[in-house]
């Protein structure tokens, strides 16, 4: 397996959960930094969150993000997961995740990036 394998995604109601997870089984994810980033339509690839090696989380930086979203390592599934609250219609995308040596809010930075999960929120 070269890349990411994303699940969980779906079409849900504003104000509903979703919990993303994101799997590799290539290597395992607690060598490197996990980032989730996502792709709204028309819009550019943004980052949502990256998970350092050490544990430390960090959101894209002025973003109210933190509120709602957490990333969470599962050791025992070889995963990082994000769940989601409080879902809203902006926050309509194709959540994906990738590997870098270091959390960066460059998608460029991070490789082996997955085929995504489309995450849609209408009422």
């Known amino acids: 397996q070269e890349q990411f394998v994303e699940s969980g995604g779906g079409w849900v109601h504003p104000g509903a959960s979703l919990r993303l997870s994101c799997t590799h089984s290539?290597?395992?994810?607690?060598?490197?930094?996990i980032g989730w980033f996502r792709q709204p339509p028309g819009k550019e690839r943004e980052w949502v969150v990256c998970?350092?090696?050490?544990?430390?989380?960090?959101?894209y930086s002025g973003s109210s993000l933190s509120d709602r979203f957490t990333v969470s390592r599962d050791t025992a599934k070889n995963s990082v997961d994000l769940q989601m609250i409080n879902l809203k219609p902006g926050d309509t995308a194709i959540y994906f995740c990738?590997?870098?040596?270091?959390?960066?809010?460059?998608?460029?930075?991070?490789?082996?990036w997955g085929q995504g999960t489309q995450v849609t929120v209408s009422s």
């Open positions: 990738a590997r870098g040596q270091q959390c960066s809010p460059y998608p460029a930075d991070f490789g082996s």
């Open positions: 290539g290597f395992r994810l607690d060598e490197f930094a």
């Open positions: 998970l350092s090696t050490n544990g430390g989380s960090y959101y």
